[in-house]
């Protein structure tokens, strides 16, 4: 079974710029979730999809924050215009199901991102 | 307001030794509690679980417990390999009571480092 797939691996942008990640999760995974862990810190719940919906954004940045998974399967998550505080690594995830009730979660590799 | 908190930011054990990760929580909400490993440019891969109405789960040599009173969860290694080598996370799981849908939040993660 091939895992959650993210591309890039690495990103490094300027200030202002604008960026995007790709998450492929595993097929038939109906939940996907982007966290943000900056160093030093665990991951952090950016947006949950359910199938094409999101289920919670309530902790993404929005005013430069956006994310789609417009056919229920990949997503992307963009960043426009970056800061500073954003470089992070960037993770996805996807678990089989999310009824109310715990499903385990499986991460791809990640995107670094460095903002100068 | 952190809810999952791991104290010991690193912890350095001796081969065949035992190793023991702690992690302390607030949320008295929190169902299932699972700790991930993460390898270095590798994203986090689920360890182990246990359910709130446990208070021992054991899988090989990793063997996790649940104090509920004192709101604690630990993770024993036994015996400790170098391969084990990594930063482990705590993460608790809680029904998102605005969305519908579980949630995990994380622990900021120990370093723990397996010496031959």
């Keep these: ?116 | 307001d952190q809810q999952v908190k791991q104290n010991s930011p690193s912890l350095s054990v001796q081969e065949g030794r035992i190793s023991i990760l702690n992690c302390d929580y607030t949320n008295s909400m929190f169902d299932y509690f699972l700790w991930y490993k993460k390898y270095p440019a590798e994203g986090p891969t689920f360890l182990i679980s246990i359910s709130s109405i446990k208070d021992k789960n054991e899988d090989g040599r990793f063997t996790v417990f649940l104090n509920k009173s004192a709101k604690h969860l630990s993770l024993h290694i036994v015996p400790s390999q170098p391969g084990d080598s990594a930063v482990y996370f705590c993460a608790a799981n809680a029904l998102n009571l605005n969305s519908g849908y579980s949630t995990l939040t994380f622990g900021k993660g120990t370093m723990l480092l397996v010496s031959p």
């Design chain 1, 1 to 116: 079974e091939a895992g959650v797939a993210q591309s890039p691996r690495y990103k490094i942008i300027e200030k202002r710029q604008s960026v995007a990640f790709w998450c492929n999760p595993i097929s038939g995974h109906a939940t996907l979730y982007w966290y943000q862990q900056i160093l030093g810190q665990g991951p952090k719940l950016l947006i949950q999809f359910q199938n094409n919906g999101v289920v919670d954004d309530s902790q993404l940045p929005k005013d430069r924050f956006s994310a789609e998974r417009l056919k229920g399967v990949d997503s992307t998550l963009k960043i426009q215009p970056a800061k500073l505080e954003d470089s992070a690594v960037y993770l996805c995830a996807s678990s089989l199901r999310d009824l109310s009730s715990y499903n385990e979660q499986f991460f791809g590799p990640g995107t670094r991102l460095t903002v100068l």
